[in-house]
């Protein structure tokens, strides 16, 4: 069963966590000081002390989100993709897994990004409320509150799509897929219209209100002189943007589709179809993680 945590349970986890673990650091130390004299020795001086106490929680909470990022996030998707070597797409040959990079073409009705309203393959598209929580202060004796991004919704939706290399297209379907679309836009504080007196622009709020009805949320509490902080991001994959693709393929006849008749008309018969495999993950990106020569985008 999977738990979705939203950023505030993810804050008072990490305070707890953190505190938590200088607590059992601070414990051990005591008891192995007075266990053991190697260590009391260390531990009779204040810099040992402290490194033990502060260092070492910092240390492990990082090792966590390492290996956590190395065997299931982001450094895996990347090194999934870089355990195969990227190939010409003429080369490619059927039910061979294959590493390729092109130009996005979009095929059939394209997908309209909430916020944005720009065409697209995919999107990702995340609405985030600014809410209050308490943080430790200093050595943790002493609390305080800071605010916080909070998301509200997150809205994504992807549709097959074409890669161009050189002459060649590839044709990915995307069902099943992982994707991991790099962050285009960021819309907070720095980017919102305001007027003279300080107050959102009708723009700004018909901006917020529209975004917010096509991700099926209440633009109520985020419009007007007095509505609350919120911000947008989103990622898209849109038409010419290079975008890099790993999975398993085989030529097809582009005739046999119906979606790919205009390719037939400029006389492209054959198409390298890519497909999520049951032995074969099919991965997407369009970040600078993934692709060559620097023209994506970083994560």
Excluded at 235 to 245: N, R, S
Aim: proline content about 1%; aromatic content about 12%.
């Amino acid at each position: 069963m999977k738990i979705d945590l939203s950023e505030t349970h993810l804050h008072y986890i990490g305070l707890f966590g953190g505190l938590g673990l200088l607590m059992l650091f601070a414990f051990g130390g005591w008891h192995l000081s007075e266990t053991s004299e190697w260590f009391r020795n260390i531990w009779d001086q204040t810099d040992y002390r402290l490194l033990i106490i502060f260092g070492f929680p910092a240390i492990t909470l990082w090792a966590f989100s390492f290996v956590y990022s190395y065997f299931w996030g982001r450094r895996k998707f990347i090194r999934t993709f870089k355990e195969v070597k990227k190939s010409n797409l003429v080369s490619c040959n059927d039910d061979e897994v294959v590493r390729i990079q092109g130009t996005l073409r979009l095929m059939g009705e394209s997908l309209v990004a909430p916020f944005s309203d720009k065409q697209c393959a995919a999107y990702e598209t995340r609405a985030l409320c600014e809410e209050e929580v308490v943080t430790a202060k200093g050595s943790g004796s002493h609390v305080e509150s800071k605010t916080i991004w909070e998301t509200i919704k997150v809205v994504k939706e992807v549709s097959d799509f074409l890669i161009k290399c050189g002459e060649q297209y590839a044709l990915v379907r995307v069902n099943e897929a992982q994707i991991k679309i790099h962050e285009d836009i960021v819309h907070d504080d720095s980017n919102y219209k305001k007027d003279r007196g300080g107050f959102l622009t009708e723009q700004e709020n018909e901006k917020r209100k529209n975004a917010l009805e096509k991700m099926g949320l209440s633009p109520r509490n985020y419009v007007g002189v007095y509505a609350a902080n919120i911000k947008f991001e989103e990622g898209i994959l849109e038409p010419d943007e290079q975008v890099a693709v790993l999975g398993k393929g085989k030529w097809v006849d582009t005739s046999g589709i119906e979606e790919l008749q205009f390719l037939v008309e400029q006389g492209v018969s054959k198409i390298f179809e890519i497909k999520n495999d049951a032995k074969a993950e099919l991965h997407i990106s369009d970040s600078i993680d993934v692709l060559d020569n620097h023209v994506g985008k970083k994560w």
